[in-house]
């Protein structure tokens, strides 16, 4: 069995829990999906499954179709728990499918804003080797489908903000220090005035649940894709470098160093676990175990409780509805079991 890029730590994974590029392209003389109706949108959906299936390029002939509009809504959640899709995506599947690889680390989203978001993910911070496999995948299938192209405005987007390359490139980041810190907003809004947007777990609209967060690009007209990353990875390395500075200074305190490890002894000795105090905890581990204090526990670890511990994507898993109290006891169990 493949496994999932949440199974997984890559480089500066301390920090950087993954990186992901997502492509925004639409298909040339067809109405954006705000302006389609279920019909048209169920045709396009064809039309871009069957360029994938047909594809010359193998890793997209290898993809999975799921059908939107036969996914239950707890199997939906989970994909979002999963990251795979947004919010948006789910909140109404009519003519919206979905293109998904083995390892979770392709997802292709049909019909969402845009006609394809081409989402590519990876473990720890890898921007550039994201990028040339989204890059690869969105040739193949502009040779098959055409994308709307303007050679000033560049990739035409149903949204304005994604005009030019139509590229968001983001990384999802653990700042458990800053954050206890109160540095988190100041950061915010330079981070802003330099063309970038930091946001909660599940990107916009969403908050940080377990100090986790979304650093990604808001410019996307006017520089190329290459820029964009390479401003993204430059600015990165100076907030990685901002927290480990900072869990330094703050795990030098007895305190600090008390709540890592009473963390882990609760989620290694509790009986009923919500998903609110389970992430709080996780966050205090994996901070413990980024400055040394917590030793014998991998990131690999905390990364795979993290998203499979998630309420829907645990129902899915069980193939059952389970209420709060069930969900609660059996991620306790999952999370002993892990941690044992």
């Not at 990028?131 to 560049?154: I, T, V």
């Not at 007895?254 to 709080?280: C, H, N, P, W, Y």
């Not at 059952?320 to 991620?331: A, F, M, N, W």
Request: hydrophobic share 40%; with cysteine; charged share 25%.
């Amino acid at each position: 069995m493949d496994a999932k890029w949440f199974e997984k730590s890559g480089r500066e994974g301390d920090v950087v829990i993954s990186s992901r590029i997502r492509l925004a392209r639409n298909l040339q003389k067809i109405p954006f999906p705000i302006r389609m109706n279920e019909q048209q949108k169920r045709q396009v959906r064809e039309q871009i499954v069957q360029a994938a299936k047909q594809s010359t390029n193998e890793t997209l002939r290898s993809l999975t179709y799921i059908d939107m509009e036969q996914v239950d809504k707890v199997e939906a959640v989970s994909m979002v728990e999963n990251h795979l899709v947004s919010p948006d995506f789910i909140s109404n599947t009519k003519g919206r499918g979905l293109l998904l690889s083995k390892d979770n680390s392709i997802a292709i989203m049909i019909n969402e804003e845009d006609h394809l978001r081409i989402q590519v993910m990876k473990e720890g911070m890898d921007l550039s080797a994201v990028y040339q496999l989204a890059d690869r995948l969105d040739s193949a299938l502009n040779d098959a489908l055409h994308f709307a192209f303007d050679p000033e405005l560049g990739y035409l987007t149903q949204c304005p903000t994604n005009l030019g390359t139509g590229m968001r490139a983001s990384l999802m980041l653990h700042l458990p220090s800053l954050q206890q810190n109160g540095m988190i907003k100041r950061i915010s809004e330079h981070l802003s005035k330099l063309g970038l947007t930091l946001r909660g777990t599940y990107g916009e609209g969403t908050e940080p649940v377990g100090a986790l967060y979304q650093l990604s690009n808001q410019v996307t007209l006017g520089l190329s894709e290459k820029e964009a990353i390479e401003n993204l990875e430059r600015i990165v390395m100076q907030l990685v470098e901002e927290e480990r500075n900072t869990r330094k200074t703050l795990m030098e305190n007895i305190r600090r160093q008390d709540a890592a490890a009473r963390s882990l002894g609760v989620l290694k000795s509790a009986k009923v676990l919500s998903t609110e105090e389970f992430m709080k905890l996780l966050s205090n581990v994996r901070q413990g175990v980024a400055a040394g204090v917590i030793q014998g526990i991998a990131f690999e670890t905390l990364n795979k409780l993290m998203i499979q511990t998630q309420p829907a994507t645990m129902m899915t898993v069980q193939g059952k509805q389970l209420s709060s109290q069930e969900r609660d006891i059996l991620r306790a169990s999952m999370v002993a079991e892990c941690l044992k």
